[in-house]
């Protein structure tokens, strides 16, 4: 764990935070409306080929517009979506619980994809952003392949500790790992009663589930990501899981060109 919350503050201190950072001078400030009203913001970048971009926790989908991975996609003439998952950025903070629940945030993206009248794309998310992706293969059919970055196999446990110390930490009981994490959450201002819920409601897929995804999927972490487990374990839990490693630990490895040269040819190639 302590590892993990040296990782956790450096994403913290280096990534864009909170609404203030949400929208740059260029963006077209585009909204969705979901199944339950709630407002979703998304960005479209170029005309070709789709690929959604999910990001990870306490961040927003801007955080991509600063990885290589993002610049090779546009300059490879893709049409790169990203979003602000519900309870970040520019998008709505519901804070009731059952916002979260029952897959609310694939819904989301289901419902996006529906809206840019998108009926076949790839799908690529970084740590809490992979746990959505694996929501999406299994319950939307338009996804062609997907990446799973960042993450190990302990999301497939319901009841993963990880998750609910992070749930607790934000919601105000003494966990001193992640006292930092709270402390940097309230010093930026963002919504911690939602970031709480997002914990509570976070999905899980069993094991059982990912063996009847056959879509490919490319599973890739870094070689010093060792809270996240990012070894093969989790590719081989999918009949067409594929596993790459990089150099880097959790923060550093998103952001890499190794990380987007895998990523880019597994895309054209899948």
Known sequence: MKLFLFFLVVIFLQMPSGRASAVNATDSLQYFTSFDGTRIH?????????????????????????????????????????????????SDH?????????????????????????NNYQAVGYSRGAIIVSRLLVLDARVRSAVMGGMGTAFTDPAWP????????????????????????????????????????????????LAGVHQPVLVIGGDKDEDNNTGGALAAMMPAGMHGTVAGDHNSVVRSVPFAEWVLDFLQKH
């Open 94 to 118: 519901p804070r009731d619980s059952l916002a979260y629940l029952d897959d609310a945030e694939t819904k989301d993206i289901m419902g996006l994809m529906t809206w840019l009248n998108i």
């Open 42 to 90: 998304y960005t479209v970048t170029g005309t070709g080929a789709p690929v959604l971009l999910v990001h990870g926790f306490i961040v927003n989908g801007d955080s991509w517009k600063k990885t290589a991975l993002y610049d090779s996609l546009v300059a490879h003439r893709y049409k790169v979506i990203t979003l602000d998952l519900r309870g970040n950025g520019a």
């Open 162 to 209: 990880r998750r609910q110390q992070f749930y607790e930490a934000l919601s105000g009981k003494d966990v001193p790992e992640l006292a930092p994490m709270v402390k940097y959450v309230q010093q930026s201002g963002l919504d911690q009663r939602a970031l709480a819920m997002m914990q509570l409601g976070q999905p899980s897929t069993t094991p059982q589930e």
